[in-house]
Structures are given as structure tokens and as C-alpha cells.
């Protein structure tokens, strides 16, 4: 079954000075999947995202996406390859409208640098694909408003937005429910399971019961080690699991 495999490491590990914080990891993103990456805090969850996103190079170890090593890419290119991340910083322009971010990555996508200094008539050309794109978001009443006046839940839909402007086939969503009210968490749940139907997305998420939701698989990390993987109902009945959890002060893992 190796080819529904989309992204997967062998022995990753990375070392800082004396301390390991990613030991080892071998993990298997199956593709069409949602996939979910949690722990107490301090497993490595943030280490680990940033070994696969190219943020930090490994010290040990392979990363291989799509049939292809990317141990050694750079950032750019395995956006390129249709790898994305979201959501590590809010990504985008606070002062323009919605509309105007999602014609930014649109112009990102094509590449063209020359894109900025080109008239309105050209750049508007973009319009029609970027408000396709905010409308799938559900920002279409919001396309004109400056991204800054958005409700936090809202800036967090037009960074998917801004995300899927790239056409990814893979995207990677850092803690996407972070500091959301619950009206927001389940307008952005259901985004998420709306925006996966055509591609794989492996997710680093706190909120256990949007991870009980969403996820198809759940690898979960202790001390820069997996621990168990399974579905939902499997991991969360795990003694290890529960253990992890419980000893980091954060509770049951349920």
C-alpha cells in the first residue's frame, strides 16, 4: 500500500546542542487523509512540523514526499511541489482588502515578480479565480473589507484561503484552532473538512475534541518520540497516552 503514501520519515531526529527534541520519528501520511499530530506539551509537535515544512533542518534522518527526498529542499521549492504550510504566522497584508490578499498568492502561484508594478486592468484579470476562492471560504460578504477589521476565526479562513490560492495538494495546518471561541473553532472545522475532500492535510492541534472530529489518524508524540498512532478511539484509550497527558498537568486525553 506504499503508494497511498504521500509523506513519510525515516529516523527523523533533530538534536540542539545535548537535547533531542524530535528522536526518531518514522511517520506515514496516508494521501486523501487528515491527519493529526498531537501531545503534551514539549513532545516535539512544533520541531517535528518544522522538520517536515523545511523551517529547520534535520540532524539525522529522511523526509520523502510525493516518491521524492526532500531532506534537503528549501522552503520554496517544496511549495513548489505542492507541500504548504499555514498558519505558523498570520499571512497576511492587514491593511488590504480580503480580495486583495487572495490575488497577492494567486500572483504568487504564477511566479511573475513583475506582477506588482503591472496596471490594475492586468491584476484585476485575477479577480475572478480570487473571489471564487473567498467565496469558498465564506468571506464573500467580507471580499472588500481590509483583512485587519476581520473577527480573529475570519483572518484564520482567508489564510486558508490565501493557502489554497497556491493550489496545494498537501497542506500543513499549525495549531489552526489557536486562541478561537467556539463559533469560530466550528466555522474553521468546517472549513478544514470541506477544503480536504480533494487533497491530504496533517494538522498540529491542541483542541482534542476537534482532533476526535476531523482526524482519519492520530500520531501521537511524548519526549520527541511516537508514542501510539491509531484513530481517535484507539489513542485515547491508550494507558501511555493517557499517562502523557496526565503527567504534563494537561489532563485526560479524552
Known amino acids: 500500500m506504499s503508494e497511498d503514501i504521500i509523506l513519510s520519515t525515516s529516523g527523523l531526529t533533530k538534536e540542539f546542542g545535548g537535547f533531542t527534541a524530535v528522536n526518531g520519528v518514522d511517520l506515514k501520511v496516508r494521501r486523501g487523509s487528515i491527519h493529526a499530530l498531537i501531545g503534551p506539551n514539549g513532545a516535539g509537535k512544533t520541531t517535528c ?62 511566479g511573475d515578480s513583475f506582477d506588482f508594478w503591472r496596471s490594475e486592468d492586468v491584476l484585476s484579470s485575477l479577480d475572478g479565480e480570487a473571489m471564487r476562492l473567498v467565496e469558498a471560504v465564506g468571506l464573500a460578504q467580507f471580499a472588500e473589507l481590509p483583512a485587519v477589521e476581520l473577527s480573529y476565526g475570519r483572518k484564520r479562513a482567508l489564510e486558508i484561503a490565501t493557502t489554497l490560492a497556491l493550489d496545494p495538494e498537501m497542506m500543513l495546518l499549525d495549531e489552526p484552532m489557536a486562541g478561537m471561541g467556539r463559533e469560530d473553532v466550528e466555522r474553521i472545522e468546517a472549513l478544514i473538512r470541506k477544503v480536504s475532500q480533494n487533497r491530504t492535510i496533517l494538522m498540529v492541534e491542541h483542541n482534542l475534541s476537534v482532533v476526535a472530529s476531523l482526524s482519519d489518524r492520530i500520531t501521537v508524540l511524548a519526549r520527541g518520540q511516537i508514542l501510539a498512532e491509531g484513530d481517535y478511539a484507539t489513542v485515547s484509550k491508550d494507558p501511555r497516552v493517557i499517562e502523557a497527558y496526565i503527567g504534563s498537568g494537561v489532563g485526560n486525553a479524552h
Open 49 to 110: 512540523f518544522n522538520l517536515l515544512t523545511k523551517f529547520l533542518p534535520p540532524t539525522r534522518g529522511a523526509i520523502v514526499y510525493n516518491g521524492k527526498d526532500i531532506t534537503r529542499r528549501r522552503p520554496a521549492e517544496i511549495a513548489r511541489l505542492g507541500l504548504v504550510r499555514s498558519f505558523q504566522i498570520s499571512a497576511v497584508f492587514p491593511q488590504l482588502s480580503v480580495l486583495k490578499n487572495v490575488r497577492i498568492a494567486l500572483q504568487r502561484k504564477r
